[in-house]
């Protein structure tokens, strides 16, 4: 044990492998939902990913999927995650263990468990439900946390040196450098920002010297942060995926400071409470309770042993919940990640001090306090392996090459499901080559004038069959864009003249499709035929749809949003082709096996009840 504490590089290495191997179990097999496809395009392309762009990790992306070994591309990147996550697991070790020892538990009878109670706190870090789902698929948030975690390494070296360290001026600039760097990836590295700048004065006062070193770090911070001109530089060679066109200053800026989505921060307090409550629901499954409990003991023990690393800490966790409960999406878990490295923080020190007391209580069991840190590290582990598991989720692939199987030759389809196919499509036609035929067309994006030049680099004569409608909603949403005085009514009817434009210039010579979500304005006069998980647009009523393909779904036991949803949209499209065969073809034998395939997806809804009601018996 003794070797061990004077070895925290060791501990941290093994640490981290033994997080990789489990990892390495769970990480899923291809395409996940929400962002994967868009962000495994951008990363297989060299293209330009949503605001607010991600160039590092896009770069380092590129260099993982043209890897030379035996794995799809998109393997490769969720490989990536998972080594990204394990990786930071390994650097925690480090910054966890100077927490402890900063926390006054450097006494010789508690130094020894030092080492072993960060391992452990990274451990339960690790195994928290919202970090380990980020090391199973590909994102932007594990390279965050492998940045997070080497930010506050070189941050605590240099403003809390242990023992025998000097810091200086090298440390602080490093620091510098590796801050600017982790926002060219995501910009909620600002999370930092006070608990770091109060520890900082704290340590230092707020002297002139402070000052003019803080003066000093601009440079390498600006080194670090200047990978962001990768996106002018790329934008200008229109890539493949080119969210944004920032090809000018203004469009750069807008990219940089995520325009499109400002509307959902700080918009009512509603959002506060909504987001809040959701946070403290799960916060106790998080950490499996037993984690929670340990940050808690923690917390008060770094209270008592260091006041200023402790007001720095809680900084850090308090403006993280600040910002992320005033951001109105779903998917809001990641932006709760650094509350939870905190979390992870504290019961390290929670771990050490419970360790340090047992060995006073106890010396006798002080061969076995390793082994019970152990043990209580990995409840997290055992708690959430089921729902952190992805290895057999297949969902988005299936969906997504089962919408391609609904579609004819030189098919167009308009959709608003980007989370579980569309997003997913610009990997399958845009990197692995399936279906370049079809047009796909992200109803929402089409609001933006950077998309509809996407669209016409792709499908010129998309564009150019409807130019005078194209024109009429671009000179519209110019004025939105660029905060000018605009009539949202006027917008709005440019858009739809817009997309009904689309639609019937394109039904004479193609296929053209939507979803059941597009609304029926958008298709007025014309009639949906069911036709696998699309819906076929015709002029005339009655036509039969072709067989029901075999889709390839296979089965994912765990619950959740959007798996639920996945089995939803599966039903749903077995449901509505039975209501057109029951009502409009007047044939009750296909409409009920229609439904009897629809609970093959899914329990039975109130849409599958009518249906059944309306059945002869």
Not at 17 to 36: C, K
Not at 232 to 237: K, M, V
Not at 244 to 263: D, M, N
Request: positive net charge; charged residues 15%; glycine residues 8%.
């Amino acid at each position: 044990m003794k070797g061990l504490s004077g070895r925290p590089g060791v501990a941290a290495f093994l640490t981290g492998a033994g997080v990789f191997a489990v990892y390495a179990l769970t990480v899923a097999p291809g395409l996940g939902f929400i962002d994967s496809g868009e962000l495994s395009t951008v990363a297989c392309r060299l293209g330009i990913a949503h605001p607010t762009g991600y160039p590092l990790f896009t770069l380092l992306g590129w260099i993982f999927s043209h890897l030379p070994v035996p794995a799809r591309q998109v393997g490769r990147l969720n490989v990536m995650a998972a080594l990204f996550c394990s990786a930071a697991a390994g650097i925690f070790v480090l910054v966890f263990r100077r927490a402890v020892l900063l926390s006054g538990r450097g006494r010789e009878s508690d130094a020894a468990f030092a080492t072993a109670s960060a391992a452990g706190g990274a451990l339960i870090l690790a195994f928290s439900a919202t970090y380990w789902s980020q090391a199973v698929a590909v994102e932007v948030y594990p390279l965050h946390l492998l940045l997070v975690s080497i930010l506050l390494l070189l941050f605590l070296r240099a403003a809390f040196p242990l023992h025998g360290e000097v810091s200086g001026r090298r440390d602080w600039y490093l620091f510098a450098y590796a801050v600017g760097l982790a926002f060219t990836n995501h910009m909620t590295t600002v999370f930092l920002a006070p608990g770091l700048l109060y520890m900082y004065f704290a340590r230092r006062g707020g002297s002139r010297s402070s000052w003019n070193l803080l003066a000093r770090m601009a440079i390498p911070f600006l080194a670090g942060l200047s990978l962001y001109a990768y996106i002018p530089l790329r934008a200008s060679r229109t890539p493949v995926l080119n969210w944004g066109y920032a090809v000018t200053p203004e469009r750069f800026f807008w990219h940089l400071s995520g325009k499109q989505y400002q509307v959902w921060m700080f918009s009512s307090m509603d959002v506060v409470g909504r987001q809040l409550f959701y946070f403290l629901g799960t916060l106790m499954g998080e950490f499996a309770y037993a984690g929670l409990l340990l940050s808690a003991a923690g917390a008060f023990a770094l209270w008592r042993g260091n006041r200023r690393l402790a007001a720095g800490v809680a900084l850090l966790f308090l403006f993280c919940i600040f910002y992320a409960a005033n951001y109105d999406i779903h998917d809001i878990d990641s932006y709760f990640l650094l509350a939870y490295i905190c979390l992870g923080l504290t019961a390290a020190v929670g771990l050490s001090a419970l360790a340090g007391l047992a060995a006073k209580r106890i010396p006798r069991a002080n061969a076995a306090i390793p082994l019970l840190i152990l043990g209580v590290s990995l409840i997290p582990l055992v708690a959430n392996y089921r729902d952190a598991d992805e290895s057999n989720d297949h969902l988005v692939e299936d969906y997504t090459a089962d919408m391609f199987s609904s579609l004819r030759p030189d098919a167009v389809i308009i959709s608003y499901q980007w989370d579980y196919w569309v997003s997913a499509s610009y990997y399958d036609q845009l990197v692995a080559g399936m279906r370049p035929d079809v047009t796909v067309i992200d109803k929402e994006l089409l609001r933006r004038s950077w998309y509809i030049r996407e669209l016409e680099s792709r499908r010129p004569w998309l564009i150019a069959a409807s130019r005078a409608e194209v024109s009429a909603f671009l000179a519209q949403v110019d004025l939105f864009e660029h905060g000018l005085p605009y009539d949202p009514a006027r917008i709005q009817a440019t858009y739809v003249a817009m997309v009904e434009s689309f639609i019937r210039r394109s039904l004479p010579t193609h296929p053209v499709y939507v979803t059941e979500e597009i609304e029926p304005e958008f298709t007025r006069g014309l009639f949906r035929v069911p036709e696998g998980l699309a819906f076929r647009l015709t002029a005339g009523a009655g036509q039969i749809p072709p067989p029901l393909p075999d889709f390839s779904y296979r089965p994912f036991s765990r619950r959740g949003r959007l798996e639920d949803m996945i089995r939803k949209l599966y039903a749903d499209a077995c449901i509505s082709r039975g209501e057109y065969f029951l009502l409009l073809l007047h044939d009750s034998g296909e409409a009920s096996k229609c439904l009897e395939k629809a609970g093959l997806f899914d329990s039975p809804s109130p849409r599958a009840r009518r249906l059944a009601g309306l059945l002869p018996h």
